[in-house]
T-cell receptor, first 109, second 114 residues
Framework: QQPVQSPQAVILREGEDAVINCSSS?????VHWYRQKHGEAPVFLMILLKGGEQKGHEKISASFNEKKQQSSLYLTASQLSYSGTYFC??????????FGSGTRLLVRP | EPEVTQTPSHQVTQMGQEVILRCVPISNHLYFYWYRQILGQKVEFLVS????????KSEIFDDQFSVERPDGSNFTLKIRSTKLEDSAMYFCASSFDRRNEKLFFGSGTQLSVL
């Protein structure tokens, strides 16, 4: 079953912060976050494996609440290069990585 | 970093024709996947492949679709009789583990069915 992402779209000024949320109705083994630029393949950002786990990648970090089956991606001090569509992907007992519908992020100067 | 390679990058075909999309996964990976993305929409799971057989497939992956690993390096997706709605970007991906490892995506094949 497809995870639910919110918001659908975000517009930021350079330097502002954003949070993208992802939730599933199923128990999860892992949550993956990818960013996709127009016309390109999804690029891996990070994977979260355990309940309460947090990870960081430069100014992009994420958390995973296993009990609530929710994950959040935090983008701090956004840069122009952060623009793109962010997808969360979840792996449950079916072992399929299923992507959410995506969050379009636009960072303006 | 190792790469998944896909060929061709663009494929144009007539409705009803067969197409084969090709992928070379990363050499030591064990799990192989096909995803598709219709323009402006989400990335949709089609099929996963392990140990020379399909391990999971979606409802999109009907009898018109098939996958094969004809040799030790290539992984192919065949669409037997293409429809207009098959027009999409098709991504191949591979991973070492199907649960806890990231997927490496190829750059995709843009399929246009006329």
């Amino acid at each position: 079953q497809q995870p639910v992402q919110s918001p659908q779209a975000v517009i930021l000024r350079e330097g502002e912060d954003a949070v993208i949320n992802c939730s599933s109705s199923k128990a999860l083994y892992s949550v993956h976050w990818y960013r996709q630029k127009h016309g390109e393949a999804p690029v891996f950002l990070m994977i979260l494996l355990k309940g309460g786990e947090q990870k960081g990648h430069e100014k992009i970090s994420a958390s995973f609440n296993e009990k609530k089956q929710q994950s959040s991606l935090y983008l701090t001090a956004s840069q122009l290069s952060y623009s793109g569509t962010y997808f969360c992907g979840t792996v449950d007992s079916s072992y399929k990585l299923i992507f959410g519908s995506g969050t379009r992020l636009l960072v303006r100067p | 970093e190792p790469e998944v390679t896909q060929t061709p990058s663009h494929q144009v075909t007539q409705m009803g024709q067969e197409v084969i999309l090709r992928c070379v996964p990363i050499s030591n990976h064990l799990y192989f996947y096909w995803y598709r993305q219709i323009l402006g929409q989400k990335v949709e799971f089609l099929v996963s492949f392990y140990n020379n057989e399909i391990s999971e497939k979606s409802e999109i992956f009907d009898d018109q679709f098939s996958v094969e690993r004809p040799d030790g390096s290539n992984f192919t997706l065949k669409i037997r009789s293409t429809k207009l709605e098959d027009s999409a970007m098709y991504f191949c991906a591979s991973s070492f583990d199907r649960r806890n490892e990231k997927l490496f995506f190829g750059s995709g094949t843009q399929l246009s069915v006329l």
